[in-house]
Antibody, heavy 122, light 113 residues
Framework: QVQLQQSGPGLVKPSQTLSLTCAIS??????????WNWIRQSPSRGLEWLGR?????????DYAVSVKSRIIINPDTSKNQFSLQLNSVTPEDTAVYYC????????????WGQGTMVTVSS | QSVLTQPPSVSGAPGQRVTISCTGS?????????VHWYQQLPGTAPKLLIY???NRPSGVPDRFSGSKSGTSASLAITGLQAEDEANYYC?????????????FGGGTMLTVL
């Protein structure tokens, strides 16, 4: 049974970096058939896909146009997890952040983390 | 403004049938990209309900069904039950000059009367 467990702070100051981690059990971050995603949800922006990391002979990353200049998603094979870094945050980045698995690129998100409410405020 | 358009709300009485539409364009659903549907109960993560237009994951009742035609997709729920009261979201993929992204609908709140 695949599970995703998120961790990270719930409060970040404006202009700082938001950092979250998603630990994987029951699957591998290095899987050749999965992609590991970050998605966020806010009342103003709804559900918004942020990006993904995946391994297909080598590591790949895809990022949403809206955050491409300030996002990094990294896999950590030693801990079987992946992380989100979102730089230069503003109150607009306040949202519930989810990690999720998709089994092929462009496929549905079949497994979700529990969600982390992140507030950007001084 | 979401790339995929859903009605903000729908409602139905127990036992009835409701449908939720998801309207896109030639750069997403109309381009042949698959549509997926999620159910979200308050305070929880979205749960996959329908994948690749019409397929149900194991454990999802056959009261839920999906279809796709042209630039739109639909989710149908028959035999409405009180536990179906939730928010429903469609998801697809969009490819335009500015890039390619996973896209979601704005969500539809289903009220069981």
């Amino acid at each position: 049974q695949v599970q995703l467990q998120q961790s990270g702070p719930g409060l970040v100051k404006p202009s700082q970096t938001l950092s979250l981690t998603c630990a994987i059990s029951g699957d591998s971050v290095s899987s050749n058939s999965a992609a590991w995603n970050w998605i966020r949800q806010s009342p103003s922006r709804g559900l918004e896909w942020l990006g993904r990391t995946y391994y297909r002979s080598k590591w790949h990353n895809d990022y949403a146009v809206s955050v491409k200049s300030r996002i990094i998603i990294n896999p950590d094979t030693s801990k079987n997890q992946f992380s989100l870094q979102l730089n230069s945050v503003t109150p607009e980045d306040t949202a519930v952040y989810y990690c999720g698995r998709s089994l092929t690129l462009g496929a549905a998100f079949d497994i979700w983390g529990q969600g982390t409410m992140v507030t950007v405020s001084s | 403004q979401s790339v995929l358009t859903q009605p903000p709300s729908v409602s139905g009485a127990p036992g009835q049938r409701v449908t939720i539409s998801c309207t896109g364009s030639s750069s997403n659903i109309g381009a042949g990209y698959d549509v997926h549907w999620y159910q979200q109960l308050p305070g929880t993560a979205p749960k996959l309900l329908i994948y690749v237009n019409r397929n149900r994951p194991s454990g999802v009742p056959d009261r839920f069904s999906g279809s796709k035609s042209g630039t739109s997709a639909s989710l149908a729920i028959t035999g409405l039950q009180a536990e179906d009261e939730a928010n429903y979201y469609c998801q697809s993929y969009d490819s335009s000059l500015s890039g390619s992204d996973v896209v979601f609908g704005g969500g539809t709140m289903l009220t069981v009367l």
